[in-house]
């Protein structure tokens, strides 16, 4: 049974901190990781991907990969109280063909 | 932007009636999904189909049923509605899958009474 794990929290980070999200996967071969916020009651809107090891920045956020180690990390600089949300963590497994493994998410809290 | 377009925000539908959900797309994507996603169950994959008239199960296909004639355009059937569907759903679609980002719509809250 592939997997993916995550904290669910809620992670409590105050106003202009760094939040740090962490996720970690089952399969050794996944190919590409992804990064969703969901605020309550509404669907998931993708932030970040990554396919290769190493950092990827898109303004506020950075997405870490780490294959050797099975982890994918989002980093959110400078917190803001509207970053407050469920963040899921998807993996995609080498012999998935089409689907995507979603994590059951972590509870982001910023407090102003 | 990628638009998905779910029909309804919330529905209320009783036992036993037979329910579509619709989902439309305007990005040209190949790819389209049905998710189920319940408190403390996370997002499970119901179906998903990879061209027109085609489509594969998911991890929970039971009760359920899916349709796509065009390709903007995934239905999802509920046959015969039962109160464990009670549920949000989320249609997604991708130009790329796997390894493509998958795109969500708001969903359907559908209640089952």
């Known amino acids: 049974q592939k997997e993916v794990e995550q904290n669910s929290g809620p992670l409590s980070v105050p106003e202009g901190a760094i939040a740090s999200l962490n996720c970690t996967y089952s399969?050794?071969?996944?190919?590409?990781f992804f990064w969703y916020r969901q605020y309550s009651g509404k669907s998931p809107e993708l932030i970040m991907f990554i396919y290769s090891n190493g950092d990827k920045e898109d303004g506020r956020f950075t997405a870490q990969l780490n294959k050797a180690s099975q982890y994918v990390s989002l980093l959110i600089r400078d917190s803001q109280p509207s970053d407050s949300a469920t963040y899921l963590c998807a993996v995609n497994p080498v012999d998935s063909s089409y689907k995507l493994i979603f994590g059951s998410g972590t509870r982001l809290l910023v407090r102003p | 932007d990628v638009k998905v377009t779910q029909s309804s925000r919330y529905l209320v539908k009783r036992t036993g009636e037979k329910v579509f959900l619709e989902c439309v797309q305007d990005?040209?994507?190949?790819?389209m999904f049905w998710y189920r996603q319940d408190p403390g169950l996370g997002l499970r994959l119901i179906y998903f189909?990879?061209?027109?008239?085609?489509?594969e199960k998911g991890d929970i296909p039971e009760g359920y049923s899916v349709s796509r004639e065009k390709k903007e355009r995934f239905s999802l059937i509920l046959e015969s509605a039962s109160t464990n569907q009670t549920s949000m759903y989320l249609c997604a679609s991708s130009f790329e899958a796997p390894s493509g980002p998958q795109h969500f719509g708001d969903g359907t809250r559908l209640s089952i009474l």
């Open positions: 399969d050794r071969g996944s190919q590409s």
């Open positions: 990005m040209d994507h190949e790819n």
């Open positions: 189909s990879y061209d027109v008239k085609m489509k």
